[in-house]
């Protein structure tokens, strides 16, 4: 079956624009992550979605980031005014639910290069 | 707060010997822990879990990992590793009654023929 999916898959802009990255996760999953992975680092937890819940946004690293989930399926992560050090890879993942222990389905990224 | 040790950046076997790429990890309860693998200009895939029963757990590509809740570690282990084996693992960590899922910083795994 169809896996989670991202889109771009590479992303370059200029600093100081605003990016949207988008995640489509595996149909019936209620549970989308979104990690950044940098360059020889591991990832890192920015926010996840649970259902109708409130999403947890404890990992975004400053205001500049948000991210929404329209009708408990595609994800959007907005960066705005991007700085150089957002460039990383942008992974999403889904699972059946997040109130367990399902293992994660990541997406290939979204490559992003500020420039 | 929930912590995961990959204490190796970079592991190196010989193919046909056997390979351990290590982590330990810091919960406040009992936890979930996972490995995942991430092949070259690929995904992150799921390995294997832990989550409650017997110690050692088989996950795909022949590898399993050992929990061990006195040392709090999660090692995994093949015993006769591939050069189609090299990648980069993670470990990974999450309470029973957190939601997020803290992972490692990754192994890099080197299979040389």
């Known amino acids: 079956g169809a896996g989670v999916s991202q889109s771009p898959s590479n992303k370059v802009t200029e600093k100081g624009k605003d990016v949207e990255l988008r995640c489509d996760p595996i149909?019936?999953?209620?549970?989308l992550y979104w990690y950044r992975q940098s360059l020889g680092q591991g990832l890192e937890f920015l926010i996840y979605?649970?259902?109708?819940?409130?999403?947890?946004k404890s990992g975004l690293p400053s205001d500049r980031f948000s991210a929404e989930r329209t009708g408990g399926s595609v994800s959007t992560l907005t960066i705005q005014r991007t700085q150089q050090e957002d460039s990383a890879v942008y992974l999403c993942?889904?699972?059946?639910?997040?109130?367990?222990?399902?293992?994660?389905?990541f997406g290939p990224g979204t490559r992003l290069t500020v420039t | 707060a929930q912590s995961v040790a990959q204490p190796e950046d970079q592991v190196n076997v010989a193919e046909g010997n056997p390979l351990t790429v290590k982590c330990t990890y810091s919960?406040?309860?009992?936890?979930?822990l996972f490995w995942y693998v991430q092949y070259p200009n690929r995904g992150l895939q799921f390995l294997l879990k832990?989550?409650?029963?017997?110690?050692l757990v088989k996950g795909s590509y022949g590898f399993e990992a050992e929990f061990n809740k006195s040392q709090t570690s999660f090692h995994l282990k093949k015993p006769s590793a591939l050069v189609s084996d090299s990648a980069l693992y993670f470990c990974?960590?999450?309470?029973?009654?957190?939601?997020?899922?803290?992972f490692g910083a990754g192994t890099r795994l080197f299979v040389k023929a």
């Open positions: 993942a889904s699972s059946s639910s997040a109130l367990s222990a399902y293992e994660q389905y």
């Open positions: 149909s019936g999953h209620t549970a």
């Open positions: 979605f649970q259902g109708n819940s409130a999403p947890d």
């Open positions: 919960v406040s309860g009992n936890p979930y």
């Open positions: 832990y989550i409650t029963g017997d110690n």
């Open positions: 990974a960590v999450r309470d029973l009654g957190g939601f997020k899922t803290i």
